[in-house]
């Protein structure tokens, strides 16, 4: 089945290193997404790709960056992790070609990033 | 800001009662919404999406929409206790359909 897969699945850090996730598709979506999620605060956009030339900033970008290497791989890196990073985070896509013109994004399994 | 409000419950409903679950949206150009359930630890699935106003069935789940009243509903007929989740709606932001906006959640859960 056409999937979403997320790397690691946990991971456990400390303060001030370099941690990288990453996200592969195999639906051939185009569109691309990061969020992170929080207890109780819902899901929130960090950033967002159309496809390799183009990455945009979503509502809490500051202190994450991203690389869209290929159309199937959009990476998360977190340059100096703090703990108010640790959350749950989140890869999507969605492409409505390939959905019959809907928006609906589809989820990976999430990492578990701990930050101490 | 675009905001997607919901009731974070609990919502406590007995086996096989209709649970309801809402939502209001800010932006008035959203076009597209869609309720999600999620899972403790796991990531969101979509159940549903509707564009249109009025209701959309789809086995138990039926999704209501009033774009007058910036409002939408989830009901779920014949809960089961595998429905108890979290249900997240999102609606599209900024007049584009590719950013959603989701809500907090609200948790359902269906006693047995």
């Known amino acids: 089945d056409a999937d979403v897969t997320q790397t690691p699945r946990n991971r456990i850090t400390k303060t001030g290193k370099r941690i990288m996730l990453e996200c592969s598709q195999t639906?051939?979506?185009?569109?691309m997404y990061w969020y992170r999620q929080d207890p109780g605060l819902g899901l929130q956009l960090i950033y967002y790709?159309?496809?390799?030339?183009?990455?945009n900033k979503g509502e809490i970008s500051d202190g994450y960056s991203v690389s869209r290497q290929a159309q199937a791989k959009f990476s998360l890196s977190l340059e100096s992790a703090i703990p108010n990073q640790t959350a749950l985070y989140f890869c999507a896509t969605s492409d409505p070609r390939a959905s019959g013109g809907n928006y609906e994004q589809f989820f990976g399994p999430g990492t578990r990033l701990t930050v101490l | 800001q675009k905001e997607v409000e919901q009731n974070s419950g609990p919502l406590s409903v007995p086996e096989g009662a209709i649970a309801s679950l809402n939502c209001t949206y800010s932006d008035r150009g959203s076009q597209s919404f869609f309720w999600y359930r999620q899972y403790s630890g796991k990531s969101p699935e979509l159940i549903m999406f509707i564009y249109s106003n009025g209701d959309k069935e789809d086995g138990r789940f039926t999704a209501q929409l009033n774009k007058a009243s910036q409002y939408v509903s989830l009901l779920i007929r014949d809960s089961q206790p595998s429905d108890s989740a979290t249900y997240l709606c999102a609606a599209n932001s900024g007049g584009s359909n590719y950013k959603l906006t989701f809500g907090k959640g609200t948790l359902l859960t269906v006693n047995p």
């Open positions: 639906k051939g979506h185009d569109r």
């Open positions: 790709s159309f496809d390799v030339k183009d990455i």
